[in-house]
């Protein structure tokens, strides 16, 4: 079977993480969403706290503003003052997800990954959306 990966953006209480674990478990695939800041931390040297950190402060801004310019393996070098600014570590997270494409089958919650993977005819996207209760 060739590698898919299904990339679930969602809104808040709509179900995204318990319908994506679901899948997962069924596909027997590996799931995916803030632990991909630990492996985009492994991959750069730089603190997992940092991405923890920008994740948390630009959480809605971040994402949307930079994922409009979609990762194409341009990385800050470590001796640039901008190493650990908000878009490289963005496009960390963005290379570990396009390099786990090649290699595995996964679902990812969240990370822009509909946008990163946007090119990959193996990325099935899902959007998760629930009303508001009355």
Same mark, same amino acid.
């Given at each position: 079977?060739?590698?898919?990966?299904?990339?679930?953006?969602?809104?808040?209480? #709509? =179900?995204?993480? *318990?319908?994506?674990?679901? $899948?997962?478990?069924?596909?027997?695939?590996? &799931?995916?969403?803030?632990? +991909?800041?630990?492996?985009?931390?492994?991959?750069?040297?730089?603190?997992?706290?940092?991405?923890?950190?920008?994740?948390?402060?630009?959480?809605?801004?971040?994402?949307?503003?930079?994922?409009?310019?979609?990762?194409?393996?341009?990385?800050?070098?470590?001796? #640039? =003052?901008?190493? *650990?600014?908000?878009?490289? $570590?963005?496009?960390?997270?963005?290379?570990? &997800?396009?390099?786990?494409? +090649?290699?595995?089958?996964?679902?990812?919650?969240?990370?822009?990954?509909?946008?990163?993977?946007?090119?990959?005819?193996?990325?099935?996207?899902?959007?998760?959306?629930?009303?508001?209760?009355?």
């Amino acid at each position: 079977m060739e590698k898919f990966v299904l990339a679930i953006t969602r809104t808040c209480g #709509s =179900g995204g993480t *318990t319908i994506g674990s679901m $899948l997962a478990k069924e596909y027997q695939i590996g &799931l995916y969403d803030r632990q +991909l800041m630990s492996l985009a931390s492994e991959d750069s040297g730089i603190s997992e706290a940092l991405f923890a950190s920008a994740d948390e402060s630009v959480k809605n801004t971040l994402l949307y503003k930079v994922s409009k310019k979609v990762y194409n393996g341009e990385l800050i070098p470590p001796e #640039s =003052g901008n190493f *650990t600014s908000d878009n490289n $570590l963005f496009n960390y997270q963005a290379k570990i &997800l396009k390099e786990m494409a +090649l290699s595995d089958s996964y679902v990812v919650i969240g990370r822009a990954a509909d946008f990163i993977l946007q090119d990959n005819p193996n990325m099935i996207s899902i959007h998760m959306h629930a009303e508001k209760e009355i």
